[in-house]
């Protein structure tokens, strides 16, 4: 059998790139685990927890996935050598 042709593109894990992971992958964790937040209180401006958290969430959700999307460009500018924007 012969070894596959090398690209030079091979997929490399780095603290950034898992930190990005994280970032995408910590708000299906949230809302997929419905036992943590199936309640009514604490209640936010009379807002029973459930729903409240799930909004919060939206804007997390937002946050992160703006983190991991900067991220991502700083690691691809940094791999071709500052190269571009």
């Not at 059998?1 to 910590?26: D, F, H, Y």
């Amino acid at each position: 059998m012969s070894q596959p042709a090398r690209t030079g593109r091979e997929p490399v894990v780095t603290p950034v790139r898992v930190v990005i992971g994280v970032c995408l992958v910590a708000p299906f964790v949230a809302m997929l685990w419905v036992g943590s937040y199936a309640k009514t209180d604490p209640a936010f401006i009379g807002i029973p927890f459930f729903y409240w958290y799930q909004m919060a969430w939206v804007l997390i959700s937002t946050a992160l996935t703006m983190t991991a999307y900067k991220l991502r460009q700083r690691d691809q500018r940094a791999r071709r050598g500052g190269a571009g924007r």
